[in-house]
């Protein structure tokens, strides 16, 4: 039995980027910083960035709801992405988001914070593969 399953807490680095992909289907990538544990006085703090990706209706409600330093819940699983730059193979991980629930920031309302997801499967997008690398 395969058991693929990540939930992530953190910060946007960046706004989220919307994109639609060649076959038409909006595709959102973001990148959450989240903070590990406490440092210590005078040692730095350990800090995970990782990659989210959103497909559909997901990517657009993250697109209009998250900006940059807004903090989100993403429930997902992880994939590796492989291709070839300059005759050298490249890899990274990034996490391809089922679910973000927004806890608030810069373009939430004052109602109470929202959720994305789980995505249509119909919108998962992931026909958008052709269009490595990044």
């Not at 703090?45 to 807004?70: N, Q, R």
């Not at 089922?98 to 608030?104: A, N």
């Not at 373009?107 to 958008?128: H, L, V």
Request: glycine share 10%; with cysteine; net charge negative.
């Amino acid at each position: 039995m395969n058991f693929n399953l990540v939930v992530l807490m953190g910060n946007l680095t960046h706004d989220p980027e919307l994109r639609v992909s060649g076959s038409g289907n909006p595709v959102c990538n973001m990148r959450l910083a989240i903070n590990g544990r406490r440092a210590k006085k005078g040692e730095q703090a350990e800090v995970l960035y990782m990659d989210i990706v959103a497909f559909g209706k997901t990517a657009e409600a993250c697109k209009e709801h998250l900006a940059k330093g807004s903090r989100a819940i993403v429930q997902g699983r992880l994939r590796e992405r492989r291709w070839e730059k300059d005759d050298q193979p490249r890899s990274k991980i990034e996490a391809i988001a089922d679910r973000v629930q927004f806890l608030g920031g810069k373009k939430e309302t004052p109602e109470a914070p929202g959720e994305a997801g789980p995505a249509d499967p119909a919108d998962s997008g992931e026909a958008g593969d052709e269009e490595l690398p990044y």
